[in-house]
């Protein structure tokens, strides 16, 4: 069973504010892939919000859909949200996207089978930097008691997969390799805002606390994403 197209927030007009779900085969009963409504599923299963990368201008649902089947075979319930992408939105407003796709997440899973209380937030490439940033947002927002779109402790995990998350040494690296410069500032304004490196050592005792177990991937021989991203002695 796969549902597509799922609206996670009413934007008029918008086809990007839309996320495909991944349910384990043969674990759902009535309803349809067009008609989500009348579903009825076996409870409990884990539950991925798998957010996919694409240098912040062409990232698309769809790119995930291997990974999704792959997820599907094995019992886990796979979410692949959409979000705006550069020039429609800059990185705050993937950030948002991605935020309200996990509150979607947390607020209707369970509907589908899935556990509410065993989600995993994974990001590869640029889905890793927006889903790290979405977190810390959280966190923080949530540690200094302000009002936020979802709860970090609803999170059991963060897996980043060849993520960059100091973007103010990858700007170079991306411009030698053909992205210029200007559309990476106009992508990110304030650089530091969007460098989860930068961001989580400035984090309070209280908002760290908050955080999910962390878990980070990244190829040694990978060179979009230079694996000085995340071991800095390469």
Not at 36 to 51: C, L, M, N, Y
Not at 101 to 127: C, F, K
Not at 150 to 174: C, H, K, N, Q
Not at 182 to 203: E, K, N, Q, Y
Request: proline share 5%; aromatic share 8%.
């Amino acid at each position: 069973w796969t549902f597509k197209n799922v609206k996670y927030v009413e934007v008029n007009g918008s086809i990007r504010h839309q996320l495909d779900i991944y349910c384990p085969r043969g674990t759902l009963q009535g309803g349809s892939s067009k008609d989500e409504t009348a579903v009825k599923a076996e409870k409990g299963h884990p539950v991925v919000i798998f957010v996919s990368g694409g240098a912040w201008i062409i990232g698309y649902k769809l790119w995930s859909f291997l990974m999704g089947t792959v997820f599907q075979d094995n019992g886990i319930i796979f979410i692949s949200p959409d979000y705006r992408n550069f020039p429609q939105g800059g990185a705050e407003d993937m950030v948002g996207d991605i935020s309200k796709a996990i509150r979607w997440t947390i607020d209707h899973v369970e509907h589908y089978g899935g556990d509410p209380r065993n989600i995993t937030l994974m990001g590869q490439s640029a889905g890793a930097q927006i889903s790290s940033i979405a977190l810390i947002d959280a966190a923080e927002k949530e540690a200094r008691g302000d009002t936020t779109e979802f709860s970090a402790r609803s999170l059991a995990r963060w897996v980043g997969i060849s993520g960059p998350y100091d973007i103010t040494a990858l700007i170079p690296e991306m411009h030698r390799r053909g992205l210029h410069r200007r559309i990476l500032h106009r992508i990110f304004p304030d650089t530091a805002t969007h460098s989860a490196t930068d961001r989580v050592t400035g984090m309070s005792a209280g908002a760290l606390a908050l955080l999910p177990r962390i878990a980070l991937f990244h190829g040694t021989a990978d060179r979009t994403c230079p694996a000085a991203q995340v071991m800095p002695d390469l």
